[in-house]
């Protein structure tokens, strides 16, 4: 009799579809919460066309502007956690954007995977003849009235650490977006800006100069130039591209969309590929399930502490 039921459970076990051959039942919504035309939304409506080839999968992009991805992931969070709605935007959505609201928490999402890493740089017009903190900060000595453009509330507060650091007072501008700060830059609005990676032709053609990595290290186009940490200021400011959907998404569900895009982008002939490893050098950076959720939550632990640092 047990090796009858035995038997008959292998059996319902080999034929009973499972969550791990999950697909969906109609169109994901693939919900970009950056404008049309940056990085995010490139990356993003790329990455949507190169699932459909892969899977079959409709994927739906569409842009959700506004507030550091606020706007968007107010939006997600209430959406159903069965994996037809997703969100697309960077990290600081998630561990630094609930700071500034009343109704967000990073324990609202569920975190997928990530895709690629920023090249978060200080950077100035090459014309202005600053290569270094140091030259920008001799400009503000000197009486240069310093305008930094900035894309969100995390960015700004990092400028501010800045230039708290080098003994100089800035004028904040805000933009739309990481290209809103570099178009502030070259149209002569502002003279200092963050740049994450979009900054690339700009910098290759000589016509913006890093002043200095906002990263961990050094950024991959100026190998040579010191990090904020190099140069006695405690602040990094890069981010990640992350996939997310509302809390609730059941594991396998998580790990089957996961899946698919670690597969798109351990293929060196993905468009998706090539576009991050132009835009965001030198490799996707594929950081997953448990170990995503941890970084994000720790991520909005630092990020308390470097508010709280500001405000004294």
Do not use: C
């Amino acid at each position: 009799m047990k090796r009858i039921l035995l038997g008959t459970a292998l059996a319902l076990f080999f034929v009973t579809p499972s969550l791990a051959d999950w697909k969906p039942d109609g169109p994901i919504r693939l919900w970009i919460g950056y404008g049309a035309g940056g990085g995010t939304d490139v990356q993003g409506r790329t990455l949507a066309k190169e699932i459909e080839v892969l899977r079959g999968w409709q994927v739906i992009p569409e842009n959700k502007a506004g507030d550091d991805g606020t706007v968007m992931s107010a939006q997600l969070k209430s959406a159903a956690p069965d994996g037809q709605t997703l969100g697309f935007a960077i990290t600081t959505t998630y561990d630094f954007a609930p700071m500034n609201s009343d109704n967000l928490s990073p324990e609202d999402f569920t975190y997928i995977t990530t895709t690629a890493g920023s090249q978060m740089a200080v950077l100035a017009r090459a014309e202005s003849g600053w290569t270094s903190l140091e030259d920008l900060k001799a400009a503000a000595d000197g009486g240069e009235q310093i305008v930094w453009a900035n894309w969100g509330t995390q960015v700004e507060a990092g400028a501010e650490i800045v230039a708290r650091s080098l003994g100089i007072n800035v004028n904040h501008l805000r933009t739309k977006g990481g290209r809103g700060a570099l178009n502030a830059l070259v149209s002569m609005d502002a003279n200092v800006a963050w740049g994450g990676g979009v900054q690339k032709p700009l910098v290759e053609a000589g016509q913006l100069n890093i002043l200095a990595s906002a990263e961990s290290g050094p950024v991959a186009l100026a190998p040579e130039t010191p990090t904020l940490k190099d140069k006695g200021i405690d602040l990094t400011l890069g981010y990640q591209y992350i996939i997310t959907a509302p809390a609730g998404l059941p594991d396998e569900i998580r790990d089957e969309i996961a899946s698919v895009v670690k597969e798109i982008l351990s293929d060196p002939d993905s468009e998706t590929r090539k576009f991050i490893e132009k835009q965001y050098p030198p490799a996707p950076i594929l950081t997953q399930g448990a170990e995503l959720r941890e970084q994000v939550l720790t991520g909005y632990v630092a990020n308390e502490k470097m508010m709280k640092e500001l405000q004294k």
